[in-house]
T-cell receptor
Framework: GAVVSQHPSRVICKSGTSVKIECRSL??????MFWYRQFPKQSLMLMAT?????????EQGVEKDKFLINHASLTLSTLTVTSAHPEDSSFYIC?????????FGSGTRLTVV | ELKVEQNPLFLSMQEGKNYTIYCNYS?????LYWYRQDPGKSLESLFV?????AVKQEGRLMASLDTKARLSTLHITAAVHDLSATYFC???????????????FGKGTHLIIQP
């Protein structure tokens, strides 16, 4: 079946620094990748959609300059949280679509101190 | 704008009992998903419902979709403790006429099954 690998699983960073999260489709080519954010005890909210080789499409209210998305190949998308602040602390989950439908990564717990 | 409402949001039940979680959505869609999430973990796919009248069952869980009523249900039969988790429904925006991609999730149902 389809597998999506997400790294790191946990990261703690200082306020003002940047953090990069990787999302890889291991055994299929992902035409589209998605990034979701989940605050504690809340639902998943779609942040942005990315297609290989093109600019990401951000959902309303998501800051493009803060959450940089790069989808350099059909198997890799990265999310960079720039100048992170404590309010950016959250669970970030990527998802990829291919012939198997939506497959989710294992998530990244970001804590900004 | 597509809205997905799930209820109840919290459910505490005893082992052996039956219960149903409801998922209503605001625009037409022919594709709906159910996921399970354990604390601190990502999503585990349970069901993909692809058309009106679709019914799928796996063990003690059964999901159905009524696209005319814009309603999906997740039924739990003879609940066991291991089913304690948070359950999400999600509607595929690609099939809801909006043209956008990705999933819109309900708020989730936090299910606790007590021995």
């Amino acid at each position: 079946g389809a597998v999506v690998s997400q790294h790191p699983s946990r990261v703690i960073c200082k306020s003002g620094t940047s953090v990069k999260i990787e999302c890889r489709s291991l055994d299929f080519q992902a035409t589209t990748m998605f990034w979701y954010r989940q605050f504690p005890k809340q639902s998943l909210m779609l942040m942005a959609t990315s297609n290989e080789g093109s600019k990401a499409t951000y959902e309303q209210g998501v800051e493009k300059d803060k959450f940089l998305i790069n989808h350099a190949s059909l198997t890799l998308s990265t999310l960079t949280v720039t100048s992170a602040h404590p309010e950016d602390s959250s669970f970030y989950i990527c998802s990829a679509t291919g012939i198997y439908g939506y497959t989710f990564g294992s998530g990244t717990r970001l804590t900004v101190v | 704008e597509l809205k997905v409402e799930q209820n109840p949001l919290f459910l505490s039940m005893q082992e052996g009992k039956n219960y149903t979680i409801y998922c209503n959505y605001s625009t037409t869609s022919d594709r709906l998903y159910w996921y399970r999430q354990d604390p601190g973990k990502s999503l585990e796919s349970l069901f993909v419902l692809l058309s009106n009248g679709a019914v799928k069952q796996e063990g003690r869980l059964m999901a159905s979709l009524d696209t005319k009523a814009r309603l999906s249900t997740l039924h739990i039969t003879a609940a066991v403790h291991d089913l304690s988790a948070t359950y999400f429904c999600a509607v595929d925006r690609r099939y809801s006429g909006g043209g956008a991609d990705g999933l819109t999730f309900g708020k989730g149902t936090h299910l606790i099954i007590q021995p």
